[in-house]
Structure formats: C-alpha cells, structure tokens
DNA sequence: TAATAGTTTGCAGTAGGTGCAAGAATCTGC
DNA sequence: GCAGATTCTTGCACCTACTGCAAACTATTA
C-alpha cells in the first residue's frame, strides 16, 4: 500500500522542489531572468539536469514557484461564499488573500518585481493562469449562472492586478493594493457608462 | 539614394515574408502548430532556416503573421475620434475594424482556431499584443487623463474578445460578433452592481 | 560597369526540452 | 531485517529553437 503523506519518499520530493524553486529564485534575481541556465539552477539545487525536468516543465516554472494551494483555496472560497455576497466581491477576497500570504512571505516584491521585468516570466505566469482562469470560471458559473458573466468578472479580477502592477511601476507613489481596490470599483460599476455600441 | 518603394528589393522582401507566413500558417493547419518545425516552414517558403530567423524572431510570429497596419490603423482611430464618442466605443470600433478584415480575407476562422488550440501560439499573440496594449493606453490615456481608466479599458476590450471566442467554442449557437458585443455591454455598464469592497 | 549597400546562406555553437534504460533509493509485506 | 515491487534519479543520445559571424550573392546607384 501506498505511505500517505509523511514518507521519506514524500519529504524529499518537496525539500528537492524547494530548493529547486529557491536556487531558481536566487539566480534569477542575481543575473537576471534571462541570463540564467537550468544547468546552474540544477547544479545549485544539487540534482541533475534531467531531474530540473522531472519537476518542472519549464525553466520559468521553477522560477515562478506557483503554490498549488492557492487555487484550491480560491475555489473553495468560491464555493463557500454566502449567497448575499456578490461575485466581484468575493474575486476581490481571493484576490487579497493570495495577496496577504505573498506580502507576509516576503516573496511578492522578489519574485513580483521580477517576474514584470521579463516578459518570457511574464508569459509562463499568464499561460499557467489560463488554466486557473477556467477553473474559476466554472466555478462561479456553477453559482452565478451566466457563463459570459462569469468569465468576465473572473478574467476581469485578473487583468485588475495585472493593470494595477503595471500601473504602479510607473506611478511608485501609489500603492499597488489602492490601484486594486481602484480597478475593482471601476470595474463594478462600469468602465464606461456612455458607451453606446454600433456607431459604426 | 535610397529606393523608396517599388523597387526589386522590397518587392522581393514582401514575396518572401508572404510565402513564410502562407507556409507557416498552411502546415500549422496541416499537422498542428506544435508539429511544425522551422526547417519545413523554410524549406515550403524555398528559403534557408536562417532567413526565417530574418524575418521572425519565433516560430509562432511566422503562424500568426500579425499585421503591423492593424496598429497603426487602430492608434489612428483612438486620436480622431470625436469628442463625443466615448473610449470604450472607440475601442469596440477597433475591434470590428480589424475583426472586418479578418473575416473578409477569410482568415480569421483558420487562423483564430488555431491559436486557440494552441498554448504557445495564444500567449505569443498576448505577448505581442502587450506591446500593443501598452501604445494603445498611452494613446488613450492622452485622451482621457485618466490613466487607470484608460489601461483598464484597452485590456478590457482584449479580455472581451478572448472571452468571447472562448465561449464560442463551448457554446457554438452564439455568433462570436454576438458575444463580443454583449461583453462589451456588460464591461460598460459594469459587471457587478452590487460589489461592496472590503467585505474581510 | 564598378562601387556600394542590403540580403541570403552555411556553419558552428548555445540552450531548452524529451525518451529511454540502467541504477539507486524507498516502501511494502512478510 | 529482508526480498521484491515501486518510484526517483541520472546519464546519454537526440531533436528543435535560435544567434553571431563571415562569405557569397544581388539589387541599386553613380
């Protein structure tokens, strides 16, 4: 039968994962992004090359360290969220709550900083959240209903952070948390209330 | 001096980029994107592998052979729209405009399935489309000042048209123009009315 | 037609990524 | 604590993407 959690096997998958993730992290943040090689992040992590591969697609993935916990607490959120509450409102807690957890480890401003100065990153990042997206876009269509609304509110919560980092780079005197909670706002209540379509 | 135009070069230089991106989308329908390799796009185009790398920077620039005039045409719309038009018109005349062409050269059902088939195809596109976005902001933001609004306005017109598309596949009833433009409303009018912020 | 400027190409090299099979480590039932 | 099954690691051979360089070629210009 199969040892359920606490096995040795077990333990030293996730301290190789880590230290995979660390060593990459590290390097990137020393050389640049794009300047490192799996060669030195495996020989950093002390595995082989061909290991780096057995854990991750991707060199970005390792870089990205992308905690599976985070969407599974999300779609739990989703899930459990009481009916009076409003479906932006609870992408705003997940949002926030993913938020908190990065602030406190002291890895968003690392690994967030870096992750906007290259786009290759940048693109992983998007591409692993793809699948996420639609995850949580059933979910909330499973509660919502209309599919397109879903998706909307969903891909919009996405690009509101997106948007807001962006914005933040330029503008360093606002903080990153306020331009969320502006792009929320906006979005609620319309982007654009004069919008007329078919002026063609 | 400098030949304008018509000369033999540029004449030339067009045949070729033509014959690349007509091969390469070709044997990307044929055997699916991730099955092409650039050795068979150059050798079908009858030219070395090293003159792609010319012409592309990526294997998927040459299958999505995105067309620089679309830009142009686009940043062209957003500085000489009138007064009165509100942004996010501006930006759903963008979207017909260049989903116009599509359409009429017939490409867009060949090509805009592909991509969505394809991972790395779609965030080759998104990344290129980053730029875009960017110059897109920029330019409406000296529309409207406000620069939040503006960037959430742009992505959300992008974020409309991904989703759109994505529900069309699932729901193949809905015509895509449809979807579009019912994102579209809902983006404008907002998509939760009854979002409250900071509900923890 | 000769000089010039721009294009194509082969070649050599770096790096990411995968399949396979042998060997090492861990786990299981006894 | 041991034998056998399971799982992980690793080296190796291999494919593909992509880049820099210098030589060969071709259109352009005077």
Known sequence: ??????????????????????????????????????????????????????????????????????????????????DEQSPLTTMWMIVHDVLQELLSEGSLTRRGELIMTSPSLLFHLMLSSMDD??????????????????????TSAGTACRVAVELHKTTPDSAPGDLVDAAFQLLAQGIDPDYQKGQV
Chains 1, 2 share one sequence.
């Open 133 to 154: 997206e639609r995850q949580l876009s059933e979910a909330l269509t499973e509660r919502i209903g209309d599919p397109l609304r879903a998706k909307l509110i969903v």
């Open 1 to 82: 039968m199969k040892q359920a959690e606490g096995g040795l096997r077990e333990r030293k998958k996730l301290q190789t994962r880590a230290a995979l993730t660390e060593a990459a992290l590290r390097l990137a943040l020393e050389k640049g992004p794009d300047n490192v090689t799996v060669d030195e992040i495996a020989e950093a992590a002390d595995v082989s090359v061909r290991t780096f591969f057995n854990y991750f697609p991707h060199k970005e993935h390792a870089i990205l360290g992308r905690n599976p916990a985070h969407l599974e607490r999300a779609l739990e959120l989703i899930r459990t969220a009481p």
